[in-house]
């Protein structure tokens, strides 16, 4: 695996069944990770049907994990009925670090971003224009052009934290 792109479902605070057939993990608003229907290694050969499209045209050798949340987002000051909470992304934040530690992913802009940043580097692919993650509820003095940077410091930590470094 390459990459880890972290998403939002746009949903509830639960995984659906039908998000699971998109990201490989979904983290609840307690923090609990669900595993989707799909394998991390099932996007590194991406046939229709076989792998979890969580990012067009960034699917394969990636790896989906999703914020179960921010149904009804509009804009910071309207973040709707499910905004991401503090323990949820702790949390997300904690299992990139260990997936990072699993399948030795650096933790670069390049590796670990949002879907939101993949689309502004990749402005030919269908991710394109996409919002997740330009907000985060708990840390709203996070500007959306920081998030990501933001996003991979926490992850180095909790690398750091979890190695005993």
Known sequence: MQRII???TGGGYYPTAYEKNYYHFLVDKEGKVHKGKFKPEDNLNCKKGTYAMHTGGGNTGSIGIS????????SSKEPGKY???????????????ELCIKYNIKITPETVMTHYEFGVKHPSTSSAGKIDIIYLPPYSWVAKEEIGSFIRTKVKWYKQKIQGE
């Open 6 to 8: 972290i998403h939002w």
């Open 67 to 74: 914020l179960c949340a921010m149904a009804g987002f509009k």
């Open 83 to 97: 905004p991401v909470t503090a323990e949820q992304f702790e949390a997300a934040m904690k299992y990139c670090a």
